[in-house]
């Protein structure tokens, strides 16, 4: 079956730029969306179709894929993004997400 | 606005039953794929189920299969996920979540999630 790994933890200052990465048996071929899941909270869907945002997010928040890793990255990074981002594609008619990244804001 | 509520969660013991229901408002739901996700306590996003708009397309996860029954009622807007057999890894927070599709290229994400409803597997 397809998998998605990501790193289990990434720190970031605030202000800087925070890159999370999601790696996948050529992941480039695919559609990756992110989600951002904040303690206590349902995931939000900040990225789609690699590069996309949903109307709400705020333009910090862009994604690339290319070869076998998509990248969520996050310019200017607040402390409000503090959360764990999952990466998820579709192979085979089946839902697969990343286990998963905690973006601590220090 | 676009709404999901999960409901029926609750403690069950091992081998038991429980009908997961969810209800779709603010969108027209038989336009939609719908999707059920879960998530156990400390742990990562496990998809468990999907089914098309009109409910004859349908999949599982292999953790799940022959298990649970995903279906759709498009009268009463809602969702639902009969779930047998219940074994303790099935105690999560399932969410209820619309999906995009399209096939060319191959492209599948949630972009509403319900607030979840809790499932305990416990003796």
């Known amino acids: 079956s397809y998998e998605l790994t990501q790193p289990p933890s990434v720190s970031v200052s605030p202000g800087q730029t925070a890159s999370i990465t999601c790696s996948g048996d050529k992941l480039g071929f695919k559609f990756v969306c992110w989600y951002q899941q904040k303690p206590g909270q349902s995931p939000v869907l900040v990225i789609y179709?690699?590069?996309k945002r949903p109307s709400g997010i705020p333009e910090r928040f862009s994604g690339s894929n290319s070869g076998n890793t998509a990248t969520l990255t996050i310019s200017g990074t607040q402390a409000m993004d503090e959360a764990d981002y999952y990466c998820?594609?579709?192979?085979?008619?089946?839902?697969?997400f990343g286990g998963g990244t905690k973006l601590t804001v220090l | 606005q676009v709404q999901l509520v999960e409901s029926g969660g609750g403690l069950v013991k091992p081998g038991g039953s429980l009908r997961l229901s969810c209800a779709a408002s603010g969108f027209t739901f038989s336009d939609y794929y719908m999707t059920w996700i879960r998530q156990a306590p400390g742990k990562g996003l496990e998809w468990v189920s999907y089914i098309n708009s009109i409910g004859i397309i349908i999949y599982y996860a292999d953790s799940v299969r022959g298990r649970f029954t995903i279906s759709r009622d498009s009268a009463k807007n809602s969702l639902y996920l009969q779930m047998n057999s219940l074994r303790a890894e099935d105690t999560a927070v399932y969410y209820c979540?619309?999906?995009?599709?399209?096939?060319?290229?191959?492209?599948?994400?949630?972009?509403?999630w319900g607030i979840g409803t809790t499932v305990t597997v416990s003796s």
């Open positions: 179709q690699d590069t």
């Open positions: 979540a619309r999906a995009k599709i399209a096939d060319r290229p191959p492209d599948f994400y949630m972009d509403v």
């Open positions: 998820q594609a579709w192979d085979s008619s089946i839902v697969v």
